[in-house]
């Protein structure tokens, strides 16, 4: 886990408050931490198509596409490391260019399975024959979030104030009391999930686990917000 800290600039403000309060020197500044993570959820997007002049037929050949991946799914699910939901199930009429009539119909079908037991998913990928890849995709559980937002929200605060404590000494002042301060956590914006466009494999290509690499999820916080410079030798 690599981390690294940044600090943007900084914006000095000296405002007269109304009444019989003195001036106040304040200070605005922000500071900001990050660290990478390894994305530690998969998640698999399957899906087919069919087409035909009965409804009926398309819808049923759907069904069975999806009822196998189903329970081939359904064997290595457990709620946290391979959660399995269907995704659009969907039959809609197909129009002739030149009458404007029904002449067929089309529907398509679709799985999803996410997890962090990236292993087992990436191994039913092979196991599943009557759909095929759609997409693939890796993010950031909460858990792997949490667990390391709260040690880069203590470097962001803690370059904070290192931050206003030399900065007030650079503009001749003792030390300074916080004000309004924010602080933000996000994740940056994952990279797209790339498409396979896989057939739907073959017998002789079962068990076949799909390649897959994880890559890097950025967590930064940001602190902001502003300070009083005080004379004396003042810091918290």
Known sequence: MRAVILCSAFVMTLSAQ??????????????????????????????????????????????????????????????????VQTGNFS?????????????????????????RDTAAIAQLAGRISTLAVQRVGYSLSREAREKVEGEVAAQAIARYRAKAADYSRQFGYGGFVLGEVSINAEEAVPRPAFKVMRAAVSSSVADEALPTEAGKATVSVTVSGSVQLTRETVLR
């Open 91 to 115: 039959l809609t009429p197909r129009y002739d260019p030149k009458t404007g009539r029904i002449n067929g119909w089309q529907g398509s079908a679709e799985l999803l399975v996410e997890g």
């Open 18 to 83: 109304a009444g019989t309060e003195p001036p106040r020197d304040r200070l605005s500044l922000s500071a900001s931490a990050s660290t990478e993570v390894t994305r530690d959820v998969l998640g698999i997007a399957f899906s087919t198509a069919r087409e035909g002049t009965d409804p009926a037929q398309v819808q049923t050949a759907l069904k069975q596409a999806l009822d196998a991946a189903l329970t081939e799914a359904r064997r290595i699910a457990h709620p946290g490391q391979v959660d």
